[in-house]
Nanobody, 123 residues
Framework: QVQLVESGGGLVQPGGSLRLSCAASGSIHSINTMAWYRQAPGKQRELVAGITRGGITNYADSVKGRFTISRVNAENTVYLQMNSLKPEDTAVYYC?????????????????WGQGTQVTVSS
């Protein structure tokens, strides 16, 4: 299987910055798109930013110009640099990846999720 482990969440004041990290490990054969989602209390999970293996990125309109997604393919890691944070950015942030792993018998495509890291923007 494949595990995604996030880190970097926490409490920050409005206007501050945080950097989230996510590392994939396990029986990885290849990782394609990696992304960050978030879910605020009482709301649906939403895509924040995604990045392909080739480096093509996309962002939610609400974070464009403030957040930057990047990845290191050789390390199967993805980052989310969050600047100019607002209270409405408060949510649990989840790392997501799609790829292929070896299940002991054959290679299998799947989608993987991390357990989430809390980001709270408050004064």
């Amino acid at each position: 299987q494949v595990q995604l482990v996030e880190s970097g969440g926490g409490l920050v004041q409005p206007g501050g910055s945080l950097r989230l990290s996510c590392a994939a490990s396990g029986s990885i054969h290849s990782i394609n798109t990696m992304a960050w989602y978030r879910q605020a209390p009482g709301k649906q999970r939403e895509l924040v930013a995604g990045i392909t293996r080739g480096g093509i990125t996309n962002y939610a309109d609400s974070v464009k110009g403030r957040f930057t997604i990047s990845r290191v393919n050789a390390e199967n890691t993805v980052y989310l640099q969050m600047n100019s944070l607002k209270p409405e950015d408060t949510a649990v942030y989840y790392c997501n990846a799609d790829g292929t792993y070896y299940n002991g018998l054959y290679y299998k495509e799947s989608v993987f999720w991390g357990q989430g890291t809390q980001v709270t923007v408050s004064s």
